[in-house]
């Protein structure tokens, strides 16, 4: 994969349009931190960078740029400089001989039309497009300031395609202007700061994406603007077309360790808390970055803070006039939630546990008993190396293995999961794994035979308490690379299952079965959050035969009632992660072999696969875990039931992620990925590459799905 760029900057002009002195320096700016090998990582030879171009040399360059790219090549415009509109509002950028007529209105053959643009992304194979924009539309002066022309364009209309990302500075109605500091355009400058200082990396994971990008500088230069009484403030916008938003645009120098990990940390807390799997991703990131424990706890306990002082302010509130709050300190607690920066759903976890309170010491206080009692909120540990993840309290989150065993033993919290450590001897199960081997071929009309052999294997777990005796097994699937998708030569192999690629996944929890009925009626009487369950949506009847007949916005739904309920993030898996885990090490087919057995599935047995004999038709599910294991201790990846991912369809890999992440578009009604075949499916559809689609509110007794906790 080659990554090119074309880096314009326009700042000298023909009268009726202003000078722009930033711009050739974002130009160089840009260059930079695109051409730095621990930033963008372009080689110096595959950037081609104009200054004060004229129109022919813009669009030469502009044609170079998309002719003859290969599919995964990288390709990136950055402009800086006037964009203008004609009569017609069709939008150009303007050169340094563009020029206007005597009534100011734009004279088109002097400027490079967006639609010109447009037209060579289209017609370019590269599927990786980044266009940059920093330009707005009219010439206009605002308190010294030299603005970027002038006008009203849809950007998304002219520059819009598969897999692209437009970058504008402002929108189309507004105007970009110069940091008064810097030198540099306001959008330019957080750019380039973005990708120097590694702030834009949102997620911690050592990569700047498009969108990691837009909303670091778009958040800075609101900020900027609101400080320099820029009014109407720049509003930087993005628009991406199906991964666009996704592209990869750099990496993240670590320039400020403690920064990248305050960052990682804020993206896992949640309501206050870190989960036990975050614990140890959050862990494993302070000795990858040097930190010391003690700088690590002064972050964590610099995140937790405003959740620990919103709760102490409603204890003291109560303690002053008893519960409930009076409407004004009411008012005041919502003016203070404000300043700490916390959302409702973020205070709605602290204020429930203290109403709880409040009203039992209420309800068994004598009326003759003075109110003026202090109420009596269990504490929260604050001393040195307190490891805080217990739902009932809110408190820092840092890792001391004495305090995580000593609340193992109290009850406080179940057994820690082994996340990316070593392996916990008191949290490992022993189960079977078979595997099928073709014993004789069957050649002229000889009958085939084969054998199972069954081995027994352990795997590491944890269970969640889900309430009413019910658990959810959550297995440790080791992180690997491996190849995803079918081979050419994989028989009944579909054309969508490639091209195969390589994949790397990092460790995650998934579900040792399918989720059951028995698990699915306790979490459906959870909270909603966004939209009702049906508590007893099966048509096979069963406590432990998998739920069926759910949609993929109902398993979402259940996904987020359980994280909220325990504070884990749970989600359905990515396309990658099923499949790696279904998998389990192997390359066949199956993950017991190059065909298949109704003895260790369930599926049509009607039919057959690779001179596979036919087997029993159960004509409905069976009770998860009925069958053997895969090597990681998974059940029933093959058959049963389909499984919901969270991705969403895509006709083949092409343009896939590499990292395991999610394949997702810019469109909420794609159909979404089902693995694994089921008890009504060809066994050609069980095998572990076959891929399978639905819209996302389509349901059926054939479909089901399990859920993880991934690292990502």
Known sequence: MAKIALLIGVSEYEPGFNSLPAAVKDVEAMHRVLVHPDMGGFAEADITVLKNPQKYEMENAIYELFANRKKDDLL???????????????????????RKDQAKQLIDVTAVAASLLHQKMSNSRCDQQIVILDCCFSGAFAKGMNAKSDGTVNIQTQLGGKGRAVLASSTSTQYSFEHKDSGFSIYTNYLVEGIQQGKADGDSDGWISVDELHEYASDRVKTYCLDCDIDPPMTPEIYAVKEGYKIHIAKAPIVDVKLRYRQE?????????????????????????????DEAEAILKELVRPYREYKEVLIEALDEEGYPLSEAAQNDLKDYQQILGLRDEDIAPIEEEVRVIASQQKATTSPSVSNSEPLQIPPTPLEKGDFECVPSELGDCSVNENTEELLVEKGSIAPVPPFLRGARGDRTFEFEVATLSIVKKGWFGEKVTYEINRSRKRAEFFAEDLGNGITLEMIAIPGGTFPMGSPENEPERNEYEGPQHTVTIQPFFMGKFTVTQAQWRVVASFPKVKIDLDPDP???????????????YDAVEFCERLSRKTGQRYQLPSEAEWEYACRAGTD??????????????????????????????????TD??????????????????????ADQWHDSYDGAPIDGSEWATDNDNASRLLRGGSWDFNPRDCRCAYRFRRTPGY?????????????V
């Open 538 to 552: 099966s048509n096979f009847k069963g406590a432990n035969r998998p739920v069926e007949c759910v949609s993929w």
């Open 588 to 621: 066949t087919p199956f993950h017991f072999g190059e065909t298949i057995s109704t003895e260790l599935a369930n599926y049509n047995g009607n039919y057959t696969y690779a001179s596979s004999p036919k087997g029993t038709y159960r004509e409905q599910t």
């Open 624 to 645: 998860v875990g009925s069958f053997s294991a895969n090597a990681f201790g998974l059940y029933d990846m093959h058959g049963n039931v389909w499984e919901w991912c």
């Open 699 to 711: 349901g059926s007794d054939f479909i089901g799905f399990r859920v993880v906790i991934s690292p």
């Open 265 to 293: 940390a804020k993206n896992r807390l949640i309501q206050g808390k870190f989960s036990r799997p975050a614990v140890r991703i959050l862990k494993t990131r302070q000795v990858e970055l040097g930190l010391s424990e």
């Open 76 to 98: 990136l415009l950055y402009f800086s400089g006037h964009g203008i509109t004609d009569q017609l509002g069709q939008f150009y950028l303007a050169t340094r001989s563009t």
